[in-house]
Every structure is written in structure tokens, then in C-alpha cells.
């Protein structure tokens, strides 16, 4: 949450308008936590939102920002509560060889809800399912 000035090349950005390194990492926070409630992720946004109020409190002092960020917050554990979420299925994926990236070779996929087997298979159609 530094006041230094961003680099040229991280305002360059589409969407950001920021001229210090907090003002950006405030914006992408921002973005995060929409991405995440987009994605019915509020356990996560709320983290991310409990971050922010505290840097509003307690370092920024802007207590507009922090009354924006509380009714948020609040607005997320109202939908932890009240909205149904079906699980997402997850698919181990593994990529086997030397011609991958170690970090390839053993992963968990994350489908959306209601995406099944067959859609995954169809993704990686190109590839040898081994079951």
C-alpha cells in the first residue's frame, strides 16, 4: 500500500487510473472482489474485503470507502445464507512426459457448476484420457 509511483507500463492498463502502487492495488482488490462474487465466491471476497476495510480504517482514512466496502462485506454473508450454490466438480488433470512444465504434470481442474465430464473431454480432446 506503498504512496510510490506506479511504473509506466501498470497504468497503461485499460480500466485503471492509478498513479501510486496503492491506488492500483486498491483498484485491482477491487476488481478481484467483483470477479469472485461474479463467481459466487463470497467466502473469498470477504477476505479480500476485510483487507481493504482495514486499510481504509486504519491507514487511508477514507470512511466512504470503508462504508462501501462494510455494506459489501454484509451483502456477501446475506448471499452465503440466502442464495443456493451448486458444488463444482473437480477433475484431476495430469500431464505425463518430459515435454511438459513440471508445474503441469499434476493439477486439479475446477469446472463451473453443472460443466461434466464431457465437457472437460471434449477441452482436452487433443489428449489421451487415462482413467
Not at 461474479?38 to 470477504?46: N, P, V, Y
Not at 470507502?65 to 463444482?88: D, G, H, M, T, W
Not at 463451473?112 to 465430464?117: S, W
Not at 473431454?121 to 487415462?130: D, G, P, R, V
Request: charge should be negative.
Amino acid at each position: 500500500w506503498s504512496d510510490e509511483p506506479c511504473a509506466a507500463h501498470l497504468t497503461q492498463r485499460e480500466g485503471y487510473q492509478a498513479t501510486t502502487q496503492g491506488q492500483l492495488k486498491d483498484q485491482l482488490y477491487q476488481e478481484i472482489i467483483n470477479y469472485f462474487d461474479k463467481g459466487k465466491m463470497w467466502e473469498e471476497a470477504i477476505i479480500l474485503s476485510k483487507e481493504l476495510a482495514e486499510q481504509y480504517e486504519n491507514e487511508m482514512f477514507d470512511f466512504e470507502q470503508l462504508s462501501a466496502s462494510l455494506r459489501k462485506q454484509a451483502q456477501f454473508y446475506e448471499n452465503i445464507v440466502k442464495v443456493i450454490r451448486p458444488k463444482p466438480d473437480y477433475f484431476a488433470v495430469g500431464y505425463y512426459g518430459t515435454g511438459f512444465p513440471s508445474f503441469l504434470r499434476d493439477f486439479s481442474l475446477g469446472g463451473r457448476p453443472f460443466v461434466g465430464i464431457f465437457e472437460v473431454e471434449s477441452f482436452y480432446a487433443h489428449f489421451e484420457m487415462i482413467a
